[in-house]
């Protein structure tokens, strides 16, 4: 089936986006990020992007010229919030600190303080709905980790449409391309000729998740991936009804929505105070 009209019935069969709503894409400058910035544009939503400079040198660098390339050609409204104004260091600054004394993976740490600075500012900002780039390969993913983590709940809140919990602290995250394999967005993309940096993250070298998705790709098989996702997504509801959305709790340090008194980000940071 044609690449946008998957992503459009994704849309559609999940009500990810009323033509109303004020959306902002959380974009990392990859190629399935890029991509949504595009389909969204080109499917007439009110949008606006927002991007997280990790200040990662060269790398950061090259993906925040590509964003401003491609949203001053889609005349896109972006917004740029950078690692060291907001939390007072690069981000592999952070990561060496924190590595050590708090024994978490480079991507965990970057992960947790990422999502908590992007619900933030999309909230700041006014967003009905946040939108990411994340993808089949990466739902398959995170569905296995939680599997062989022993704790499938973790996952109530994945899928296309994340937000069982309706909170004013939350902004609702969607996921377009979340029935789409990495390796079609790839070939979008480059047909497309998006201004995008195709290796990956310099980072990410033995996280788990990487090992996850070496073993998936060995596999080979296409209808795995979708698989694993489409019975996930049937056992989802029955997940859903047993979590008890009283548990949230505001950060007693930042105010942040979260599940114990003080949420991950501000753990992580208080290593580096
Ligand atoms: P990742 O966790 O790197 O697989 O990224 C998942 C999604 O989070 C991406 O598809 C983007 O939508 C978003 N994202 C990742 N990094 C950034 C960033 N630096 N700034 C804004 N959004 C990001
Ligand atoms: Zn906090």
Not at 99 to 109: H, N
Request: hydrophobic share 35%; proline share 3%; glycine share 6%.
């Amino acid at each position: 089936m044609n690449f946008e009209i998957k992503v459009k019935q994704t849309i559609k069969k999940y009500k990810l986006l009323k033509k109303s709503d004020k959306v902002i894409v959380a974009v990392s400058g990859g190629k399935d990020s890029m991509t949504v910035l595009y389909l969204l544009k080109k499917l007439g939503y009110n949008m606006s992007a927002l991007h997280i400079n990790l200040e990662m040198g060269k790398w950061s660098e090259m993906h925040l010229s590509n964003i401003k390339k491609f949203c001053s050609e889609l005349k896109v409204p972006l917004h740029v919030y950078s690692v060291r104004k907001e939390l007072g260091r690069s981000m592999c600054s952070i990561k060496s600190i924190v590595k050590s004394r708090a024994k978490l993976q480079d991507c965990t740490i970057c992960g947790i303080l990422r999502r908590w600075l992007i619900n933030k500012k999309a909230r700041q900002l006014g967003a009905d709905k946040l939108a990411t780039g994340h993808n089949l390969d990466d739902a398959s993913q995170t569905v296995l980790m939680n599997y062989f983590k022993g704790n499938l709940m973790i996952g109530v809140n994945e899928g296309p449409y994340v937000g069982i919990i309706s909170d004013r602290k939350f902004v609702q995250r969607i996921k377009p391309l979340y029935f789409i394999p990495e390796k079609e967005v790839e070939i979008y993309s480059k047909k497309m000729k998006f201004p995008v940096i195709y290796e990956r993250c310099p980072c990410v070298v033995g996280a788990y998740r990487h090992r996850i998705r070496q073993m998936l790709d060995e596999l080979g098989d296409k209808k795995a991936k979708e698989n694993i996702v489409k019975s996930f997504l049937k056992i989802l509801p029955k997940l859903r009804k047993k979590v008890n959305i009283h548990e949230l709790h505001y950060c007693k340090s930042c105010h942040e929505p979260c599940r114990n008194e003080s949420c991950k980000a501000c753990l992580i940071m208080s290593e580096i105070r």
